[in-house]
Nanobody, 118 residues
Framework: QVQLVESGGGLVRAGGSLRLSCASS????????MGWFRRAPGKEREFVAA????????SYADSVKGRFIISRDNAKNTVYLQMNGLKAEDAAVYYC???????????WGQGTQVTVSS
C-alpha cells in the first residue's frame, strides 16, 4: 500500500513560483512511476507531468512545458513539482499519483490547492 501526501500549495501572484512536494509512505517508492495531475473548478482532471522510477525520464503537458519541472528524491520518498511563471489558468487542486509498470495510476494523494492571483 502506498500513501501519498501533497504539500506546498498556496496563493501566489501570476508570474510567481511554487514548489509542490508529494511524500510517500511506501518502502518501495523507488519502484513507482510518479505523476502530477490537476483539476480546476468545472474542469476534468488533467495530466501535468510524470517521471520514471529512476528520475531520468520525464514528460509534461504542453500547457506547462518549459515552466514546470518534475523531479524526485528516492532517498526521501518524495516527488516534487517546481512551478515557475504561474498563470491564472494554472490554478487548480494538484494531485500526485503513483503507478507501477503499464498499469493505471492506482494511488492518489488528497490534493493541494494552488491559487494564482492576477
Amino acid at each position: 500500500q502506498v500513501q501519498l501526501v501533497e504539500s506546498g500549495g498556496g496563493l501566489v501572484r501570476a508570474g510567481g513560483s511554487l514548489r509542490l512536494s508529494c511524500a510517500s509512505s511506501g518502502r518501495t517508492f523507488s519502484s513507482y512511476f510518479m505523476g502530477w495531475f490537476r483539476r480546476a473548478p468545472g474542469k476534468e482532471r488533467e495530466f501535468v507531468a510524470a517521471i520514471n522510477w529512476r528520475g531520468d525520464s520525464t514528460s509534461y503537458a504542453d500547457s506547462v512545458k518549459g515552466r514546470f519541472i518534475i523531479s524526485r528524491d528516492n532517498a526521501k520518498n518524495t516527488v516534487y513539482l517546481q512551478m515557475n511563471g504561474l498563470k491564472a489558468e494554472d490554478a487548480a487542486v494538484y494531485y500526485c499519483a503513483a503507478k507501477t509498470g503499464l498499469n493505471d495510476y492506482g494511488y492518489w494523494g488528497q490534493g493541494t490547492q494552488v491559487t494564482v492571483s492576477s
